[in-house]
């Protein structure tokens, strides 16, 4: 993702990458931030909070589009919303961020009355599953009422796939189907480049993708 990030950005517009961020090297992070707009971070949870210090500390944005967060790493985002500007999105598409809003349409108009299945495909080095995003879809239809216990969750890991996402609503005799296939990681690129040229505006607070496409 750094390195497509890298070569969508704008031929005027420099990126420094860090893999991994500790002890050895939050310094020269803390310097290069001197002299950048904000930070892009989709990396590994344990790199938010190095990340986070250092964005408060600068007074710089930060848009986080990494997945597998927990509790903690949430709370983090939260607090840092409260003195800077923070977007978080487990998934980077514009089109999930459209799919969320059909899905919420879709459980509403339902009720409680139907067997909800979301299942995701992502390429075999693909850690968490379920996926940040099909976690994401599920908490959207948990919102609308409907109990956690009628959600399922399946998960396939193979091959390169980007990612691919469907909510299935059975009711009865007719089923709906809602799906999202990304056909190439520069999907994710470009929304977190937009995400992040959207957020370096913003004041402090807290955000996600919905806010950008006022959706």
Sequence with gaps: MGSAISALLPSEIKALQY????????NS????LQICEGVIDISHAENIKWALDACIKASKPYMCGTTGLQESHSNMLKAAGITIPVLYAANTSLGIAVLKKA????????GQ????TISETHHRLKK?????TALELGNVIEQIGYPQSMLNFTSLRGGN??????????????????SHEC???DVFADGAIK?????????????????????
């Design 161 to 178: 796939v980007p990612g691919e996402h469907t909510v299935h609503f059975f009711q009865g005799d007719e089923t709906i189907r809602l």
């Design 29 to 32: 992070f803390a310097q290069d």
């Design 128 to 132: 968490d599953a379920p996926s940040g």
């Design 195 to 215: 995400a992040a040229q959207w957020l370096f505006k913003q004041p402090p607070g807290l955000y996600n993708l919905d806010s950008m496409l006022s959706i």
């Design 103 to 110: 899905v919420a349409l879709v459980a509403k108009a339902f």
């Design 183 to 185: 056909l190439n990681r």
């Design 113 to 116: 009355n139907a067997d909800i």
């Design 19 to 26: 893999p991994r961020l500790n002890a050895d090297n939050i």
